[in-house]
T-cell receptor, first 114, second 110 residues
Framework: DGGITQSPKYLFRKEGQNVTLSCEQN?????MYWYRQDPGQGLRLIYY???????QKGDIAEGYSVSREKKESFPLTVTSAQKNPTAFYLC?????????????FGPGTRLTVL | QKEVEQDPGPLSVPEGAIVSLNCTYS??????FMWYRQYSRKGPELLMY????GNKEDGRFTAQVDKSSKYISLFIRDSQPSDSATYLC??????????FGTGTSLTVIP
């Protein structure tokens, strides 16, 4: 069953703590993405990675870090430097082949800072 | 000016109605266009994908792209209560970045 999995579904964090969100895909996609979704603001790009061991900052990378050691995995760490981390986090991957340039999303992780 | 503009709604229609959802954009380099459906507290689900201009139909859904007007549309025929969700438009040029509308909230009333 191919797809993108994110864990955990819900995550609670105390202020000052770092937390890591997991994203795994078995679609054999090269590119992977992290977005943040807040009410009324749409999706904002945090980081993306086109290939293993390479990633680029998106529009709101401050306070976040990522790694891409394996093609299937793209974990996101929300650090204590992120001032307003409570949000819905979405991981995505992309297929590019000919005229196809589609992005697929995981189920999301809702992070709440207490 | 935002890259992509989408009316947030909310939009409320009776069951069986035809729904029209729209987005406008400013970047003439966009050539890949997507519509996603997102239920509350879930990840977006790819509904329709169109490359360049033209129409694409899939069941009750039709996606239209008018590149000359920088305007895309999603039509839902015979709308059902299960269509109640937020609909996001997205688009991309030849690169790796995607640009999203803020989403339109749709409620189909039985």
């Amino acid at each position: 069953d191919g797809g993108i999995t994110q864990s955990p579904k819900y995550l609670f964090r105390k202020e000052g703590q770092n937390v890591t969100l997991s994203c795994e895909q078995n679609l054999n996609h090269d590119a992977m993405y992290w977005y943040r979704q807040d009410p009324g603001q749409g999706l904002r790009l945090i980081y993306y990675s086109q290939i293993v061991n390479d990633f680029q900052k998106g529009d709101i990378a401050e306070g976040y870090s990522v790694s891409r050691e394996k093609k299937e995995s793209f974990p996101l760490t929300v650090t204590s430097a992120q001032k307003n981390p409570t949000a819905f986090y979405l991981c995505a991957s992309k297929v590019t082949s000919g005229i196809y340039n589609e992005q697929f999303f995981g189920p999301g992780t809702r992070l709440t800072v207490l | 000016q935002k890259e992509v503009e989408q009316d947030p709604g909310p939009l409320s229609v009776p069951e069986g109605a035809i729904v029209s959802l729209n987005c406008t954009y400013s970047n003439s380099a966009f050539q890949y266009f997507m519509w996603y459906r997102q239920y509350s507290r879930k990840g977006p689900e790819l509904l329709m994908y169109t490359y360049s201009s033209g129409n694409k139909e899939d069941g009750r859904f039709t996606a239209q792209v008018d590149k000359s007007s920088k305007y895309i549309s999603l039509f839902i025929r015979d709308s059902q209560p299960s269509d109640s969700a937020t609909y996001l438009c997205a688009m991309s040029a030849a690169g790796n970045q995607f640009y999203f509308g803020t989403g339109t909230s749709l409620t189909v009333i039985p």
